[in-house]
């Protein structure tokens, strides 16, 4: 009996999450090569072993770019121009997605972002449970082939990570609030300790668990962040306005003494912590759910981009096609707590909805 082929896997750009997803896809048996911009670093990950060789071919099923946003488009263009393979899927990591996705218009390619990361930096700081849990954007457009998303869903999901899906354009505006200024906020504040405890030494020393965790963001790599935060220039400058009215009517409210008005903000701001979604890997309790779907464009992007609306995590998804190939089935696995408003929500978008029992 011949064993099953390996699948394989090309990563460009082997920083800390291009590196640590070929040690993750490693460990789920897959062949691996990669590219790097530094020859040191190219060479450092073969002799290491994170990747297996340099070239890719027409034999690989999938490509990750997981260089700075700003050389996305033009390296994700090159491979799938060069690769004419119909199957062949191509993603990326950047954290800005409308700029990417609107110059990159081949059905092949399917908007990624890994929310995770870490302290450490580059090849050294990689790991291959990098991604066990984290949330994992998908933008799917109505361009995008149902076979992209679930050959990219099922990767992901290989190496531990919960698929969200949503719009580029929410994906950037999003993110803005959940990532990139709070990158900035981290930053400054710690750039305002570090220069007051020039002139007192002992702040420093004096630094909680609070502070601690609200700066340690700030410890990550600077120099992926200036592509991703002017490729998201609108977001951000819009986020930042909006924090700067809320600071400046806490300021006020420390000077008129408003006790009512600080307590309000502080309030509010624990029940929404403690509300923050929890990060599950898995339900022991899946129900499964057949998705009539029409042959036509955007039908995959609105069920995706329901769930994630709805908060409800895909645990898998499979493409059955109609035998006269003008429409299919989406197979999905849901939390069966989450069945009946999931099912609500693609009934009102028009979607027939089969529970299996």
């Not at 092949?108 to 849990?133: C, I, Q, T, V, Y």
């Not at 109505?142 to 290989?158: C, M, N, W």
């Not at 600071?247 to 502080?266: N, P, V």
């Not at 929890?278 to 759910?289: D, K, V």
């Amino acid at each position: 009996m011949t064993s099953a082929p390996s699948r394989r896997a090309h990563v460009v750009g082997l920083g800390l999450i291009g590196a640590s997803l070929a040690m993750a896809l490693r460990v789920q048996g897959w062949i691996i090569t990669g590219d790097d911009a530094d020859a040191e670093v190219l060479a450092t990950a073969l002799s290491e072993g994170v990747i297996e060789g340099t070239e890719m071919s027409d034999e690989h099923e999938i490509a990750f770019v997981a260089t700075p946003a700003g050389v996305v488009s033009e390296i994700a263009t090159a491979l799938l121009d060069h690769f004419d393979s119909p199957t062949l899927v191509v993603t990326d990591v950047a954290g800005v997605k409308s700029s990417i996705v609107q110059e990159v218009g081949d059905p092949r390619f399917l908007g990624g972002h890994p929310m995770a990361g870490s302290e450490l930096r580059g090849l050294k700081g990689a790991r291959s449970d990098l991604f066990l849990g984290c949330n994992w954007v998908l933008t799917p457009t109505d361009a995008t082939q149902p076979a992209t998303y679930s050959v990219l869903h099922g990767v992901l999901r290989e190496i531990g990570a919960n698929v969200v899906a949503v719009s580029a354009e929410d994906h950037d505006r999003l993110v803005a609030i959940a990532s990139h200024v709070p990158h900035l906020l981290a930053g400054a504040l710690m750039n305002e300790a570090a220069e007051a405890a020039e002139q007192d030494a002992v702040l420093l020393q004096l630094a909680a668990g609070g502070f601690r965790d609200m700066t340690r963001i700030a410890a990550g790599d600077p120099s992926i962040w200036p592509d991703v935060l002017f490729e998201n220039r609108d977001a951000v400058t819009s986020t930042l306005v909006a924090l700067e009215k809320r600071l400046e009517s806490l300021r006020i409210a420390l000077a008129d003494d408003s006790r009512d008005i600080l307590e309000e903000s502080l309030a509010t701001a624990s029940v929404a912590r403690r509300r923050l979604p929890g990060r599950a890997l898995s339900s022991e309790n899946l129900s499964y759910l057949r998705v009539s779907v029409a042959d036509q464009p955007g039908v995959l992007a609105a069920v995706t981009r329901a769930a994630s609306e709805l908060l409800v995590n895909i645990y898998d998804i499979e493409i059955a096609h109609g035998i006269e190939g003008v429409g299919g089935t989406l197979l999905l696995a849901v939390d069966s707590a989450q069945v009946a408003t999931f099912c609500e929500a693609l009934n009102g978008l028009g979607f027939v909805v089969v529970q299996e029992r």
